[in-house]
């Protein structure tokens, strides 16, 4: 019988939950939390679809994760320039934005991806208010964004200050443009790195 890797996770059940380095198992409940915007974007024009949210629908799809949506109680501009001053007096101000709903059942996730666009070289402030909502302790967290040039530009390491009882593994960032325009490189990515993460 050709026992694959995943199988063989899934046969080895709840013992590879406690993960060795990064190996983890098929078992793994996980929940994509995502912020993501809409309208005019830098080097894009006007999308109608943001680009981290399309890098989450991937991972929902090759994880079979729930997805959530942080939605800003405010919306931002679509007009590229005014979300950027908006942007900026949030991190100079260390702002809270709120956003809309909550996640049911929280505590029944073991894997929360948490997913971003780089703003002003860090995340969105919104997303300093999501981990703040949540007791993320005991709970692994992949990062990962989408950005101009960027990168993950030390986001990650800001995760874990927020998160101090959490596990935070190496996330992965994703160009905007590519995000946007080419699906298929978006999905080899999104693939190669849920593989290195022994997520499928
Ligand atoms: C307010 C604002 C600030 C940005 N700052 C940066 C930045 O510092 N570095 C970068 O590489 N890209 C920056 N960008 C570009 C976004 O990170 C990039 O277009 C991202 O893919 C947008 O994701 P979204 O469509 O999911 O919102 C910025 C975009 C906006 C709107």
Redesign the pocket.
């Known amino acids: 019988m050709d026992i694959t890797r995943r199988n063989f996770l899934k046969i080895a059940g709840s013992a590879l939950i406690f993960s060795f380095g990064t190996v983890h198992a098929a078992s793994e409940n996980i929940l994509i939390a ?5 309208g005019e ?4 024009g006007t ?1 109608s679809k ?5 890098v989450a629908e991937i991972i929902a799809e090759k994880t079979a994760g729930t997805l959530f949506e942080i939605k800003p109680v405010k919306k ?1 501009p679509d007009n ?1 320039k005014e ?2 001053q ?3 007096k949030e991190k100079a101000t260390n702002a809270r934005p709120k956003f809309i709903g909550k996640i049911e059942d929280f505590s029944q996730y073991t894997t929360i991806f948490i ?8 995340y ?1 402030m919104i997303i300093a208010t999501f981990l703040e909502s949540y007791d993320f302790s005991g709970k692994k967290i992949v990062p990962f ?7 993950l ?1 030390g986001t990650e390491q800001n995760i874990a200050l927020a998160c101090p009882n959490a596990e935070i593994l190496q996330g992965f960032a994703i ?3 590519i ?2 325009k080419n699906r298929s490189k978006t999905e080899s990515i999104v693939v190669e790195n849920l593989n290195r993460l022994n997520f499928i």
Do not use: K
């Open positions: 995502y912020f993501s915007r809409i974007e830098y080097s894009l999308i943001g680009n981290t949210a399309i931002y590229y979300c950027t908006i942007a900026s997913g971003y666009p780089i703003w002003w070289g860090a969105p964004c989408t950005h101009g040039g960027s990168g530009s160009q905007g443009s995000a946007q």
